[in-house]
């Protein structure tokens, strides 16, 4: 199950993920994979593992982009001590 269905994400994270999703697929996935498990789940009418797959990359990016905005909150706490 999605994390988001637990909580609802700012319209911008998901924006942010979004782009690194772009980013992604643009710069440094291999697109020959993401077309072969793309198929594979289709001819084998299994659609969870890709899912599985999805959702992981997803919410290793909400937790990049969380860790980034913690980390700027401290840096901005610490700079007004």
């Given amino acids: 199950m999605s994390r988001n269905n ?3 994400l ?3 994270m998901i924006s942010d993920i979004k782009a690194k999703l772009f980013s992604e697929l643009e710069w440094t996935v291999d697109r020959t994979d993401l ?3 793309i198929m594979d789940a289709y ?3 299994d659609w969870d ?3 599985q797959m999805l959702t992981e990359t997803i919410e290793d990016y ?3 982009i969380i860790l980034t905005l913690n980390m700027e909150l401290n840096e901005d706490s ?3 001590i």
């Fill in 35 to 37: 077309i072969d498990d």
């Fill in 49 to 51: 593992s890709f899912k």
């Fill in 6 to 8: 637990e909580r609802v």
């Fill in 78 to 80: 610490n700079d007004s």
């Fill in 43 to 45: 001819l084998t009418d």
């Fill in 10 to 12: 700012s319209n911008q």
């Fill in 62 to 64: 909400e937790d990049d």
